[in-house]
């Protein structure tokens, strides 16, 4: 079993950053995907990133690239979200997820794929 913290979350000016976090629990961390997700209000849950088990390979959708960076630490059980140059429109409850799939894009950008995922924190980004 996996459970799955964010953090990092809060209220920020349009251009600002923010930086998430996703603590993991268990010895399996390493070896999982990982992905974020984000929900708007009255909005489907979306992909945002994913990073495969080394780190080595990341996916974006095209509305973040260049702006948000995804990655992992391992040795720590966490990973991460930072995000610049934020927009209004990134506004969002984001989620990040785990497990152990094989890594594509199609696979790594599917909600369905994963069967860990955390509670959420809210970004805000106002104008």
């Known amino acids: 079993q996996v459970q799955l913290v964010e953090s990092g979350g809060g209220l920020v000016q349009a251009g600002g950053s923010l930086r998430l976090s996703c603590a993991a629990s268990g010895r399996t961390f390493s070896r999982f995907v990982m992905g974020w997700f984000r929900q708007a209000p009255g909005k489907e849950r979306e992909f945002v990133a994913a990073?495969?088990?080394?780190?080595?390979?990341?996916y974006y959708v095209d509305s973040v690239k260049g702006r948000f960076t995804i990655s992992r630490d391992n040795a720590k059980n966490t990973g991460y979200l930072q995000m610049n140059s934020l927009k209004p429109e990134d506004t969002a409850v984001y989620y990040c997820?785990?497990?152990?799939?094989?890594?594509?894009?199609?696979?790594?950008?599917?909600?369905?794929?994963?069967?860990?995922w955390g509670q959420g924190t809210q970004v805000t980004v106002s104008s």
């Open positions: 990073i495969n088990w080394s780190g080595g390979s990341t």
């Open positions: 997820a785990a497990d152990f799939i094989n890594w594509t894009t199609a696979q790594a950008s599917r909600a369905r794929s994963y069967e860990y």
